[in-house]
T-cell receptor, first 115, second 114 residues
Framework: DSGVTQTPKHLITATGQRVTLRCSPRSGDLSVYWYQQSLDQGLQFLIQYYNGEERAKGNILERFSAQQFPDLHSELNLSSLELGDSALYFC??????????????FGPGTRLTVL | DQQVKQNSPSLSVQEGRISILNCDYTNSMFDYFLWYKKYPAEGPTFLISISSIKDKNEDGRFTVFLNKSAKHLSLHIVPSQPGDSAVYFCAASVIFQGAQKLVFGQGTRLTINP
């Protein structure tokens, strides 16, 4: 158990809909990262938040957005969903947000299926 | 543009033998390399890392080798155990927009046969 929790575990929805994925980082971790893993692909970095502020942006679509709240939990919002958005979405957390290497602790992921 | 590549989608090894997982990269700005292990229905878990200024790092049964001139790294598991059966991701770290960013390979599914 990494200490990172993600809800829901599974989500099935229809094209055009909007969903929210939730992540609670490990106690004490200030950074939250979101990743997308599509079929047979590696994890693609989407976005990072550090202590409530956006820190870095990766391959995140404009239809997607995220935020980190004062209690440090984070939400990833996916809107106008398309079939190709079906994937595993992972959240990870780490202690620091910039500079030094540190391991990222991953949650179990949310499997999103868009029908 | 796949900056980190794991060219073998799968690998099968006999229990007790050595497992060697390979990873190639293209970006010479990567400063750390990491290996993550992933079981089904779980998130990836950190296994071992190596700084770009080193060529070897060992932790128990796991050793990572880095060949900077070839832009290649490998993970050796000796001896391989059934519990090592998992998907292994190679990742490389780079400072991106002032923060650490991990770039992952596609993963290699390792199966250890009894």
């Amino acid at each position: 158990d990494s200490g990172v929790t993600q809800t829901p575990k599974h989500l099935i929805t229809a094209t055009g809909q909007r969903v929210t994925l939730r992540c609670s980082p490990r106690s004490g971790d200030l950074s939250v990262y979101w990743y997308q893993q599509s079929l047979d692909q590696g994890l693609q970095f989407l976005i990072q938040y550090y202590n409530g502020e956006e820190r870095a942006k990766g391959n995140i679509l404009e239809r997607f957005s995220a935020q980190q709240f004062p209690d440090l939990h984070s939400e990833l919002n996916l809107s106008s969903l398309e079939l190709g958005d079906s994937a595993l979405y992972f959240c990870a957390s780490s202690v620091v947000g910039s500079g030094n290497i540190n391991e990222q602790f991953f949650g179990p992921g949310t499997r999103l299926t868009v029908l | 543009d796949q900056q980190v590549k794991q060219n073998s989608p799968s690998l099968s090894v006999q229990e007790g033998r050595i497992s060697i997982l390979n990873c190639d990269y293209t970006n010479s700005m990567f400063d750390y390399f990491l290996w993550y292990k992933k079981y089904p229905a779980e998130g990836p878990t950190f296994l071992i890392s190596i700084s770009s200024i080193k060529d070897k790092n060992e932790d128990g049964r796991f050793t990572v080798f880095l060949n900077k001139s070839a832009k290649h790294l490998s993970l050796h598991i000796v001896p391989s155990q059934p519990g090592d059966s998992a998907v292994y991701f190679c990742a490389a770290s780079v400072i991106f927009q002032g923060a650490q960013k991990l770039v992952f390979g596609q993963g290699t599914r390792l199966t250890i046969n009894p």
